[in-house]
């Protein structure tokens, strides 16, 4: 019964491919995130969802680009790889769209290594 | 610049002592503090949020308190057990913004 599911959990790739990251949740929030955690362990905010609207758009290359199909998937797609790309990132979903109330509930996340 | 802060370093602690973990902001205006806890291999899983106009909250075992003139969070784990031994992070959410920021992380290790 996961709440937020995330796949694959583990992907090694080479510089240069194209992936992808899916992200399910079946708790009926609103609002959708990916963070990034980088080998320092700190968690950085990529992307926010609400109702499939994007709201949070970080500063990060345009090579990530997220998609919305439904407020319940959120997928993170990376062009042209790099090794700077290798962390662990995670999908996290809340009630409502600012957190006031409403906590992350994070997936287990997907550890992308990029040889 | 914005910056949150928690010791870097881990925290090795005898079962049934308390655990007190520190949060320090600068120039924030946190209208709310979490605090998540994370297990290896896992994500984060929140246990506690503070309000800026609360002193103290409390479950179980846990307690956190928000003091905005010192921009501090202490976050206490008491009797510990073990099964306590993890990551804590903590999260600020600014009066002013949407999106929850987080410190890196204080490791607790509790010793039998």
């Known amino acids: 019964d996961t709440a937020v599911s995330q796949t694959p959990k583990y992907l090694v790739t080479q510089m240069g491919n194209d992936k992808s990251i899916k992200c399910e949740q079946n708790l009926g929030h609103d609002t959708m995130y990916w963070y990034k955690q980088d080998s320092k362990k700190f968690l950085k905010i990529m992307f926010s969802?609400?109702?499939?609207?994007?709201?949070i758009n970080e500063t990060v290359p345009n090579r990530f680009s997220p998609k919305s199909p439904d407020k319940a998937h959120l997928n993170l797609h990376i062009n042209s790889l790099e090794l700077g790309d290798s962390a662990v990132y995670f999908c996290a979903s809340s009630q409502f769209r600012s957190s006031y109330n409403s906590p992350l509930h994070f997936g287990n996340g997907t550890r992308l290594t990029v040889t | 610049s914005q910056k949150i802060e928690q010791n870097s370093e881990a925290l090795n602690i005898q079962e049934g002592k308390t655990a007190t973990l520190t949060c320090n902001y600068t120039n924030y205006s946190p209208a709310y503090l979490q605090w998540y806890r994370q297990d290896p291999g896992r994500g984060p899983v929140f246990l506690l949020l503070i309000r800026e106009n609360e002193k103290e909250k409390r479950k179980e075992r846990l307690k956190v308190t928000f003091d905005t003139t010192l921009k501090q969070s202490l976050f206490h784990i008491t009797a510990s057990q073990p099964a306590d031994s993890a990551t804590y992070l903590c999260?600020?959410?600014?009066?002013?913004?949407?999106?929850?920021?987080f410190g890196g992380g204080t490791r607790v290790l509790v010793k039998p």
């Open positions: 969802y609400n109702n499939k609207e994007l709201i």
């Open positions: 999260a600020l959410l600014a009066a002013a913004g949407n999106k929850l920021t």
